[in-house]
């Protein structure tokens, strides 16, 4: 079954520190792995997409990676910022009609 | 701002209700879409309009219906809906159909709760 596991289900931290979201996924076939920040009352914005023979791709202090080998991704945050306290949500296209599969998201606050 | 609006952003209605979201566009796309989010939940998709035909419709109750009078605006008619239909509904829209790389662009939502 084609899946997108995401953790931690929330994540506390305090201004100024780093912090790495993990996307663990079963899709097959995989075409593109995206992350995109939902802040509050607000739509889901992209912020990376990443394909098969990407590694690694910057958005100012996000810096995704992707292991399309062990089916895992990683959004680091560098450097926190209060207006980065959002909902993270990894997606995943792919398997056999080329379907975006959400994962259910992992809730950051940064605290001053 | 990421040129797909949703109006009303929030609406209680009863279940004997009728109401509708409405969702427009302002960015030249062919697709849009119809999103449930629930507490908790991955995003659902509900509905798909490419150049105003219906794509997909992914197993939805027929108390939402959908409608796409041209490709700017989408609608969403809600009638005698349940409680559990309380939720965030998203609209966006892409380019083409979000295959490969047409990126999806969401509006901000309609927070509907039904009492």
Known sequence: KNQVEQSPQSLIILEGKNCTLQCNYTVSPFSNLRWYKQDTGRGPVSLTIMTFSENTKSNGRYTATLDADTKQSSLHITASQLSDSASYICVVRGGSQGNLIFGKGTKLSVKP | ?115
């Not at chain 2, 209605?13 to 427009?24: A, I, P, V, Y």
């Open chain 2, 1 to 115: 701002e990421t040129g797909v609006t949703q109006t009303p952003r929030h609406l209680v209605m009863g279940m004997t209700n009728k109401k509708s979201l409405k969702c427009e566009q302002h960015l030249g796309h062919n697709a849009m879409y119809w999103y449930k989010q629930s507490a908790k939940k991955p995003l659902e998709l509900m509905f798909v309009y490419s150049l105003e035909e219906r794509v997909e419709n992914n197993s939805v109750p027929s108390r939402f219906s959908p409608e796409c009078p041209n490709s700017s605006h989408l609608f969403l008619h809600l009638h005698t809906l349940q409680p559990e239909d309380s939720a965030l509904y998203l609209c966006a829209s892409s380019r083409g159909l979000a295959g490969s790389y047409n990126e999806q662009f969401f509006g901000p939502g309609t927070r509907l709760t039904v009492l």
